[in-house]
């Protein structure tokens, strides 16, 4: 295996998800609270463990609804996900549906569409590359089609390829992945993929008037600025903050997060923003 000046193995670089760490990764730091959060990540295991009770299933309740809120561990975070979404349910009902739909006529602008997204989508996930084996890019290239043909009035627009590509990660499965995908846009987000694109206007426009509450140095420059906050804040909401946040923060509720947290990241990009202006 191949490793760095400092005997790192090259592996040590890549992230559980695939994803390469930059080269001002503060290993040490990492390190230090990993071997702490550890024990949280086990408590947590052995307790979704015991829900589950090795059968699967899955009751709604405000147990689990908490549980999800602390965090879903990684070897159970696919099933889970099926589940509360009613991804599971829509697969069951539905048998060779998926393969039918990739075995359908193709609409040629809606592949071509998808195709020029491939390389870019998480262009720092080695799992992504070409040179990968398997390369999860014809996955997602047949999620995304497969969606596009079931979903003809969404079709696909960009940032749908980085949704795809994350639940790919996760589940390891092309078809979960698909089902998952269309609880996503076709009825958690129904109006963010929509023409109208009614729902994402509407958090966008949100968004603006919380920085107004929260932090109006913000704003206040934003304003004197003439920057529109549809010009800086649509990539995050079209693709849910996938490409823009770690990996461990997506798709958690946002009572995950502590107050600490939130107050933490809020100044750091207050400062960053500042600073610019």
């Not at 307790?47 to 609804?65: C, E, P, R």
């Not at 998926?98 to 193709?106: I, M, P, T, V």
């Not at 107004?212 to 804040?233: C, D, F, I, Q």
Request: charge should be positive; hydrophobic fraction near 40%.
């Amino acid at each position: 295996m191949a490793r760095r000046e400092d005997g790192r193995d090259w592996a040590y670089r890549v992230d559980p998800y695939g994803f390469e760490r930059p080269e001002d990764f503060d290993y040490a730091s990492y390190e230090a609270f990993f071997s702490r959060y550890l024990v949280v990540l086990t408590r947590r295991a052995i307790k979704w463990s015991k829900l589950l009770k090795g059968n699967n299933s899955i009751q709604k309740s405000l147990k689990v609804k908490r549980y999800i809120r602390k965090g879903i561990p990684n070897e159970h975070r696919a099933l889970v996900w099926m589940i509360v979404s009613g991804a599971q349910t829509n697969m069951e009902q539905n048998p060779g549906y998926y393969h039918r739909l990739l075995e359908g006529e193709k609409n040629a602008k809606l592949l071509e569409a998808i195709k020029t997204d491939m390389n870019r989508t998480f262009p720092d996930n080695v799992k992504f590359r070409k040179t990968a084996d398997p390369c999860l890019q014809h996955v997602l290239y047949n999620v995304l089609v497969a969606y596009g043909h079931h979903n003809k009035a969404v079709g696909y627009c960009q940032g749908m390829n980085f949704i795809a590509g994350y639940l790919i990660l996760i589940t390891k499965n092309e078809e979960e992945s698909f089902w998952l995908l269309d609880a996503l846009i076709g009825r958690i987000l129904p109006d963010y993929y929509s023409p109208a694109m009614l729902g994402l206007k509407t958090d966008q426009e949100v968004l603006g008037e919380l920085v107004k509450m929260k932090v109006p140095a913000v704003a206040e420059l934003m304003e004197r600025h003439g920057v529109m906050w549809t010009l800086v804040v649509s990539r995050w909401f079209i693709c849910l903050f996938i490409d823009i946040l770690p990996v461990e923060k997506i798709f958690t509720d946002p009572g995950s997060l502590s107050m600490a947290t939130i107050n933490k990241l809020r100044e750091t990009c207050r400062e960053k923003v500042l600073s610019q202006g």
